[in-house]
């Protein structure tokens, strides 16, 4: 297998080819271009590459284009210029078109196999990102966890996660003397806001079986590497949970994953698109969180590689790891979109046969400006590109092709069914369930004893004339009497119960 990838043909005449180095892969990269200018078709062409070369590929299909990478290309596609004509113009001479192994997948079960992570693993900052809590909410949330790791219940689900809530809720008064402040106000809407994620579908996301991450690290049975795509067509109705999750999937790769160093090719490369979702309103710790996995990523093989319309949708920090670029043209019609070039066109290393800047603002479709990391790290001289063709179809395959591929494929049968073992919730219902018994076993026991008040009241009625001595017992024992008496009413009554509850609520705080 070939130690690069072939992007295109650079140069005046497009003689000079541009590669991507293998073993500077995992040194990230951006490919950045304003809407129709070619940025799928790069990413298309970047995933066959890696497939070919023997690295598994993840990536989202935002618009359901990406599909077509299961199937080969044709000459029947409707171009203005045929890929083979341009193959030719770059020297493309071992073009083919052919089809790659694809993993289809779905958070929602509908267009791949179910995708899903546990509340556990996602854990309170990504939750309290995807859920966009206050600072004060997502303490709280944290409170959540740690009783849940005290307590030893698995929160596997939203109904695990929404009943340990409102166990939390009742238990504020406990909770607040250990951990602080526990607001029922704000319990309340992190429900809230849990529901609105449960009506957009977001409660698919969490369950088991959980998404084993060596599931998208496979390579087929002639070695190239296994294409994943997440269907995101659907997924971008919810963008918070789009990018929440791909984040989450990044870190999981950043923990689980081995050190590697610098390997010759990498284990896994990571394509997020629409990255701007991801940096839109986000709060500092979390956007900390994304330039600690980006930089230290590297060295467990994963190359990550954000795909967005303008450099600057990426903060600094971030963009400054992206050693690899692709920028298509970016469109300059006011002052802050000229703003936004000249800063892009900063960021390359100075070609002096043109103007980067110009350049950038005037790349036709398919063609874009291209920097690759070279010998020791360094950045390649900035040059005008013309992308090479793809050799899987351009464009989304049908409906039955896709569930052609899925039935199929290895995996097929793994995620689908939905498994739902004891948990937080279920552990919850039995304390309560406990609780409940033991409390009617109380009422019962008062209700004896205040029945046998009534007995023993009626037979001192007509029990005739006693002893003095007797006289004197009897009289302490109604005094007893009376006090038992008044005690079985009270706890009958509403404080009764209310005193019931305070000692059953110790139930609940033991593991």
Known sequence: MSSDIFIGGGGPDYATKQFLDLGYANRHGLIAGATGTGKTVTLQILAEGFANAGVPVFLSDVKGDLSGLAMAGSDAAKLHVPFTERA????FDDYIYQSFPVTFWDLFGEQGHPVRTTVSEM???????????SEAQEGILNIAFRVADEEGMPLLDLKDLQALLVWVGENAKDLALRYGNVSTASVGTIQRR????????GAQLFGEPALALSDLMRCDADGRGRINILAADKLMASPKLYATFLLWLMSELFEELPELGDPDKPKLVFFFDEAHLLFDDAPKALVDKVEQVARLIRSKGVGVYFVTQNPADVPDDILG????????????FTA????????AAE???????????????EVGVGEAITSMLQRKGVPGVVEQ???RPPSSQLGPISVAQRAAVMAGSDLAGKYETLKDRESAYEMLKARAEAAAKEAEKIEAAAEAEDEA???FQKARRYGGARSSSRSARKSSDGFGDAIASAVIKELKGTTGRRIVRGILGGLFKGR
């Open 347 to 361: 960021t390359y290393r100075e070609n002096p046969r043109f103007d980067t800047e110009e350049a950038i603002r």
């Open 123 to 133: 854990g309170p900052l990504l939750i309290a990102q995807l859920l966009s809590l």
């Open 321 to 332: 790891q992206l050693g690899n670029r692709i920028q298509h043209a970016l469109r300059a």
């Open 385 to 387: 590109t013309l992308i």
């Open 88 to 91: 030719a113009k770059i020297g």
């Open 194 to 201: 849990l529901l609105v994620l449960e009506n957009q579908g």
């Open 453 to 455: 008040a009534r007995e």
């Open 336 to 343: 802050r979109d000229r703003k936004e070039l000249r800063q």
